[in-house]
């Protein structure tokens, strides 16, 4: 009986990712928005990289961690959009386990990076508006490489233990996921084994990066926000409000939507609202990043003025 039981708790070959259930119109309608908005993703994001490396005046430290920001947005959305739109199309709705595993993996560690990323954004602004005068010393060329270097080691070694969690599970039952992509809270509802250690290292890496993170970059604004208005001149107030609150509205939605799905423990009822929050980060927030974070910046607008009268 043992045996049987032993047989019977295996790790299932692959899934079947649901999407979002509805008629052809819906399906179609899902894929248009994420097609297109993925498209505007990569030439957005592919814009500003182009656009930082062709001019000198712009490889600055903001912008070279906003260059690392367009890259990971990129792979990001690569790990997950194509394959929800052939979910979305029906044509290709299976996912190989290893598959589904090394999505996880990926979207997940992105995910931290982009984190890691924006709390050193923050901290690079802060530096920028409250020691102007010492920011080129605080903020060496040297430096700004370390600190990108070890925002992508760190998300892609902090996922590790969880991926790997999961990667060991059995799944006994059905082999529907109820998702657009592979998430971690889908397969621990799908899995026969214990599962109270993957639970937990998720909630607590979710604790320790998402609001650690979080932290550290509101405590940069508020010490921004705080410098900003002892500014004398009223168009130097405006200016630096304007670039910081385009900022924090990329922040807020990131954070806000993250902070939903993960930091909690996870529960079976919360799956279908998690789809709908899932596409903020998928796809609205990648796709806000390159405009919000650049075209309010008067150095980009020369820029891509410069680009378009060569054109």
């Not at 990712?17 to 097609?35: A, D, K």
């Amino acid at each position: 009986v043992a045996g049987i039981e032993r047989r019977n708790q295996s790790t299932a070959q692959e899934f079947i990712l649901l999407g979002f259930p509805g008629n052809q119109q819906l399906q179609i309608s899902l894929t248009v928005v994420f097609t297109t908005t993925y498209v505007l993703i990569l030439t957005g994001n592919v814009a500003i990289i182009a656009l930082v490396m062709a001019h000198p005046y712009l490889q600055t430290p903001m912008y070279f961690f906003l260059c690392n920001l367009s890259f990971l947005e990129i792979w990001y959305t690569t790990a997950c959009v194509p394959k929800a739109i052939a979910v979305f199309l029906g044509k290709s709705r299976a996912i190989p386990f290893l598959s589904c595993i090394l999505q996880m993996y990926f979207v997940f560690s992105l995910g931290c990076t982009e984190y890691f990323l924006l709390s050193v954004m923050a901290y690079d602004r802060y530096l920028a508006i409250c020691y102007p005068l010492h920011y080129s010393v605080l903020m060496s060329s040297t430096k700004c490489t370390h600190l990108a270097f070890l925002c992508w080691v760190s998300g892609f070694l902090v996922i590790t233990i969880p991926s790997s969690l999961i990667a060991t599970m059995s799944f006994c039952n059905s082999n529907v996921i109820n998702h657009f992509s592979c998430t971690t809270d889908s397969l621990i509802f799908l899995s026969c084994s214990d599962t109270s250690m993957v639970k937990l290292s998720s909630l607590i890496l979710s604790v320790l990066i998402i609001l650690g993170s979080c932290l550290i970059t509101l405590a940069s604004y508020i010490l921004i926000i705080s410098t900003i208005v002892r500014i004398p001149s009223a168009q130097g107030r405006q200016k630096a409000f304007s670039t910081c609150s385009a900022h924090l509205i990329v922040v807020i939605m990131w954070y806000g939507s993250t902070i939903f799905l993960y930091v909690r423990y996870t529960k079976q009822n919360v799956l279908d609202m998690n789809k709908f929050i899932n596409i903020l980060n998928t796809i609205i927030t990648p796709l806000l990043n390159p405009f919000i974070y650049t075209l309010r910046n008067k150095e980009v607008k020369e820029a891509l003025s410069k680009a378009f009268s060569r054109m």
